[in-house]
């Protein structure tokens, strides 16, 4: 019912900045929840943050908090990661993922809908 499609990904140094966009079709996008996750080579896929239909809500991991910001402009069915403070361990290929559900669950397995992913690289 909805198709992800994320960009923006590249390589940087520790402390840059990267700003991720997932790209949604469909005038039906305002009804998604949308959360991203990120994958590491060897590890489990992690929740990252994640936003409400409207925009009205965020919820992010303590490993991103304060440093991370993700935002949603509906008319352009887009949602932005905003990636500040990068650190090595960020590196990682970072997912979007949609629900059609309103409560901003943390775990892959409630995310029905999924882009390619982008490669993210931060170099020390």
């Known amino acids: 019912q909805v198709q992800l499609v994320e960009s923006g990904g590249g390589l940087v140094q520790a402390g840059g900045s990267l700003r991720l966009s997932c790209a949604a079709s469909?005038?039906?996008?305002?009804?998604?929840?949308v959360a991203w996750f990120r994958q590491a080579p060897g590890k489990a896929r992690e929740f990252v943050d994640a936003?409400?239909?409207?925009?009205?809500?965020?919820r992010y991991a303590d490993s991103v908090k304060g440093r991370f910001t993700i935002s949603r402009d509906n008319a352009k069915n887009t949602v932005y990661l905003q990636m500040n403070s990068l650190k090595p361990e960020d590196t990682a290929v970072y997912y979007c993922?949609?629900?059609?559900?309103?409560?901003?669950?943390?775990?892959?397995?409630?995310?029905?809908?999924w882009g390619q992913g982008t490669q993210v690289t931060v170099s020390s």
């Open positions: 936003i409400s239909r409207n925009g009205a809500s965020t």
């Open positions: 469909g005038r039906t996008f305002s009804t998604y929840t």
């Open positions: 993922a949609a629900s059609s559900l309103v409560q901003l669950f943390t775990t892959p397995s409630t995310y029905p809908y």
